[in-house]
């Protein structure tokens, strides 16, 4: 399965800040913004990831990421010259994806909690094994301000809505979508919806009418984070920092993932830390790197 990062956008909820860097290079607490989403692609078993962004934008993808080599996987990065929806992220992609499945997971969702992996690794085998999709849904207080899933008693979706003034439901659709190939033909056939868009919904709906449509929803303690305004961000990083303070673990350590997966060994771990052992980060994955190579 690919991975594709939709880092595009301008950010303009967050002006003066994103005048002059992308929003997904944007710290939330102690790492970039764009570590979160591409850390849920790593935990899915996902090792070949396309990040999409403004062409003005990419360059400090590219500085910042490389070509994934030293996590043990491989970045690829596309243009998105404007921004015209979700569903362009797989017209743009179509190419990396290939032949394969994909996961889209939006550059500002951070998500985290119990049983996660888990979840992700029912979305890959859903698009493998039953060539079906498997969207995410959360549990808002105003749901009329984000798409919304309704559901049977089963858990089958009955219906999805874009922003409904009267919500059947409070599910929020989130932003992580796992797909089977044929995604990428019916993106293509979407057409702009009346605020000139390619919805990612209407994507959902192909699949939905089809009887393809898994969801799988967060629980009561599960985290879903949208960091698009000031004190979302503000919130998202004050999580972050209590979530590690008082636990001990790092979220959204690409090197930690990437060895806890099995993309990169102990001793490259340790090798990946040595630069950065002058911060509390670095010296977090050198501690996990050492203690595995003393068991």
């Not at 119990?114 to 749901?143: C, W």
């Not at 000139?196 to 898994?214: D, M, P």
């Not at 698009?228 to 790092?250: C, H, N, P, W």
């Amino acid at each position: 399965m690919k991975g594709i990062v939709l880092a595009g956008g301008s950010g303009t909820r967050l002006y003066p800040i994103t005048m002059g860097i992308s929003k997904q290079l944007i710290p939330v607490y102690d790492k970039p913004m764009i570590f979160y989403p591409i850390s849920v692609l790593m935990l899915a078993g996902i090792r070949d990831i396309l990040i999409i962004s403004t062409p003005d934008d990419l360059p400090g993808f590219r500085r910042l990421l490389g070509d994934g080599t030293r996590l043990g996987v491989h970045f690829s990065y596309a243009e998105q010259p404007r921004p015209e929806g979700l569903a362009q992220a797989f017209i743009i992609g179509r190419e990396f994806i290939g032949d394969e499945d994909v996961c889209l997971v939006l550059g500002d969702n951070i998500f985290h909690g119990q049983g996660f992996t888990a979840m992700l690794e029912r979305g890959v085998r859903n698009a493998a094994e039953r060539n079906t999709a498997t969207i995410f849904a959360y549990p808002v207080k105003d749901p009329h301000r984000f798409g919304v899933v309704t559901l049977d008693d089963d858990g089958m979706p009955l219906r999805i809505i874009e922003k409904p003034a009267e919500p059947e439901s409070n599910f929020a659709v989130v932003g992580l979508y796992f797909y089977p190939n044929d995604v990428v033909d019916i993106a293509a056939r979407v057409t702009p919806s009346a605020r000139g868009e390619l919805e990612i919904t209407s994507v959902n709906h192909a699949y939905l009418e089809q009887k393809r449509l898994n969801v799988e929803c967060f629980g009561r303690g599960f985290s879903w984070l949208d960091t698009g305004t000031v004190d979302s961000l503000m919130e998202a990083s004050s999580y972050v920092e209590a979530i590690q303070k008082r636990q001990g673990f790092f979220i959204a350590a690409l090197e930690e993932v990437a060895f806890r997966r099995g993309f990169i060994t102990a001793a490259q771990l340790k090798k990946l830390a040595a630069p950065m052992l002058n911060c509390d980060y670095g010296d977090y994955l050198n501690n996990l790197a050492n203690r595995c190579l003393k068991s």
